[in-house]
Structure formats: C-alpha cells, structure tokens
C-alpha cells in the first residue's frame, strides 16, 4: 500500500526528443540520450510514462515538434494520465508556451531537470549559492515564455527555488540578485584561493577526481581516504566539491578533491554557476578520470569528460583514466596504456596500481634528491618549501640537509650540492 502510495505521489511525465538534420550531435535527441533522460527523471523524483521520438529536418519555429506531433504528444499525456512533459533538447520560451497551450501540462526542457536536480541535492551553502545563481540565470531570459511551469510554484518537479512572487516582481530584481550571488561566489572563490595558496606554500599537490556523472567517482574517493561520502547510484550525487588528504607512499601526500560530475547537454549556465567549485581543476596537478567500463555509451561519454576538461583544467595537466567496475567487464575491453589503469573502486581492485600511478604522473620530470646547502645559502631552503616538496630539514655540522623533490630547472641549479639521489 506505501509503494502504490509513494507511485501517486510522483511526477508522471512524458520523454520527447526531436532528432533534426540541422542539429549538431550535442543538440539532438537518440534513443539514448532519451535513456538518460529518463534516468535524470528518476533522479528528481519522476516516473516517466512514455517516450516519444520524432525525426524532423528543422525544428517548429512555433512547436518545435510542430503541431501534429505535438498533438500526439497530448493523447499519449492524456492515455498515461501524465502530469508533465519533459524535452530532451533546450527550448525557447515561446516553444515552451505554445507547447504548453497545446498540451495542456507543465512542459520542461532537460536544462530545468537538472537545474531541478542540483536544487534537491545541493547541502552546502556553497552549493545553494550556485544553483540559485543557475536557476536564476536560466529563468531571466524565459520569464515571458514560462506560463504554467511559473505558476506551479513549489508543486514538483521544475518549480524548486526561487518562487513565483520573486520571479514576477521584475527583470531588474532579478538582475540584482545575480549580481549579489555573483558577489557572494567571489567571496569563496578568495577564501579557496587562501587554502590553495597555503598547500602550494606547503608542496602539496593537488590531485582531481573528474568523469562522466555516476561513474563511481565519490566511491572511489571513499576507497582511498574513507571520506564517507553517500555514494549512490544516481546521478548528480555530489555537488559539493569534498577534499581529503592521501598519503600515496612514504614520500607523497596530495589533497585529493571529488568534483560535481559531467553530463552531455550540461547546460552553459551550469558551468558558469559552478566555476567555483570546478576552478579547483585549473589548479590540479593531476586529474584522475574516471570512467564507469560498463557503460555502453563509454566512448561518448569520455569525449564529453575530455571537452570540459580541456575548457577548464590548465593546459598540459597530466591525466590519469581509471577504467572503474572493471569487474564487470573482460580485460580486453579495457584500453593499456601507460595512462591507464584498470579498477574497482567498490571492490577495491586495483588501489596499488592506481597509487604508483599517481605517484608516478605527479613524479614525472622531477628527481627526488638530498642536498647539502651551505648555511651562507639558506635562503634557498625557503625557495624549496614554496617551489618544490620538502620532505625532511635537518640542520647538520656540515650545512643544511634538505631531503626535496624538485623540477628540472631547480635540480640543474642544485646540482653542485646534490649528496644523493633517492
């Protein structure tokens, strides 16, 4: 009796997708896209009732879908006594009224899902900084088009955040409110920029575990540093960026970092919203992406990773793909590679291999050295703590010996006071 209860309680919602010869790859609808889709309903809550796919050569200007189809899509809400219609692709506001007038329910484009999604999930106030900065950035331009999705305020899926009377009162409040979150953001970026500079001040390294949403990232954190992080399967677990400390081996110990994870379609808003949990990559010394083996659509999903990877990780960061549930697949359909490793994070296969290899990525180009430094130079023992890692100091008879991990460039300058070579 609860689980038929629970089921009337959840939004009923149809899945449309258009497939147009004009779209690029990322702005159509496949069936598989369409999966996803579905995958994010159940994320926020929903059941999804129907999917309807239709192959066009050029979007509606009006209906998108255009108004046969779209009437197909309201005897099918109707059949399913569906409570809601959910897009696959990015609508315009005036799609979203002229399809909503046809219809007759609430119409949602995939963007609001997730913004929806990220507004469920969000605990920090970091988190809730952010989303509301997206959500706010995503309605600014849809104010006209929003009709019933608007008047639903706090009655389900797409209505989480900010409220009708806000939304309605005008553009220009809007507007002041993204500037004051804008403000707020900046404030946490300056206080993870304090944090940053006193671990490059301490040498720690800064490892970041990046990949497509679901692919075990949170799980995989939690096998290394026993985080305690939830780690379901659904997507948009994390939102929230989490840091601990991993000693890798008895010479190194980096700050590894969970991240929010990466979906096709991302909306722009969202990236931007997020920058300041995801500039954590920009100053990554290395990123571990991890990449769910099982998945079927495992290629589409690492180039959508290695997209965003490349618009906001520095350039030339090393990185490390961890083939995640490789218990769930055949050797052979794991790539080798001198970047690749092969592992079960919830299993706990593979963690050795992984760790020699992240000490051998954050290793690579630099000696591992002990010096014997005058005490006329002892000045450079500072120069070491901010520019290289510094395992050991002691103050001897003969001159200061440092026990260092150093670049190319200094370990030709110390080169003359080099004692050993670990």
Do not use: W
Not at 149 to 162: A, C, M, N, V
Not at 206 to 230: E, F, Q
Not at 232 to 248: E, W, Y
Not at 333 to 357: C, F, T, W
């Amino acid at each position: 009796m609860e689980e038929l209860h629970n089921e009337t309680l959840q939004e009923r919602a149809v899945l449309v997708g258009l497939n147009a010869d004009c779209f690029t790859k990322e702005q159509t609808a496949t069936d598989q896209t369409l999966e996803e889709l579905e995958a994010l309903l159940e994320t926020a809550g929903g059941f999804c009732t129907g999917k309807i796919l239709q192959n066009r050569h050029a979007p509606d200007a009006h209906s998108f879908i255009g108004e046969g189809k779209a009437i197909e899509v309201k005897m099918l809400v109707e059949a399913t006594a569906s409570t809601m219609v959910v897009f696959d692709n990015e609508l315009s506001p005036g799609n979203i009224r002229a399809l909503e007038e046809i219809i007759g329910v609430t119409v949602l484009d995939r963007s609001a899902l997730i913004l929806d999604i990220f507004a469920q999930r969000a605990k920090t106030r970091e988190g809730r900084l952010q989303v509301e900065l997206a959500q706010y950035k995503y309605l600014l331009p849809r104010l006209s088009g929003m009709g019933k999705s608007l008047s639903r305020q706090g009655g389900g899926i797409g209505t989480r955040g900010p409220g009708e009377t806000q939304l309605e009162s005008d553009r220009r409040h809007i507007r002041e409110r993204i500037s004051r979150l804008q403000t707020e953001l900046e404030q946490v970026r300056q206080v993870r920029g304090v944090q940053r500079q006193r671990r490059m001040k301490n040498s720690v390294p800064v490892v970041a575990i990046v990949g497509y949403t679901n692919a075990g990232k949170s799980t995989l954190l939690n096998r290394l540093t026993d985080a305690g992080i939830p780690a379901n399967n659904r997507l948009f677990d994390t939102l929230d960026t989490t840091s601990r400390q991993l000693r890798v081996s008895d010479n190194l110990e980096v700050v590894l970092s969970d991240t929010v994870g990466f979906i096709a379609k991302l909306p722009h808003h969202l990236v931007e919203a997020f920058q300041a949990t995801l500039e954590e990559l920009q100053y990554a010394d290395l990123l571990l992406h991890v990449i769910d083996s099982a998945d079927p659509e495992r290629q589409e999903h690492i180039a959508v990773v290695e997209k965003l990877i490349s618009q906001l990780a520095k350039p030339g960061t090393p990185v490390l793909q961890c083939y995640n549930k490789a218990d769930l697949v055949s050797p052979e359909e794991i790539p080798v590679g001198e970047d690749v490793v092969a592992i079960s994070a919830k299993q706990g296969y593979g963690m050795d291999r992984l760790l020699q290899a992240v000490e051998k990525a954050l290793d690579n180009g630099r000696h591992h050295i002990v010096v014997r430094l005058p005490y006329a130079m002892g000045g450079l023992v500072d120069t070491l703590h901010s520019s290289a890692r510094v395992n050991h100091v002691e103050y001897t008879p003969e001159g200061i010996e440092v026990e260092t991990v150093v670049d190319a460039i200094l370990y030709g300058k110390l080169r003359a006071y080099i004692i050993k070579e670990c």
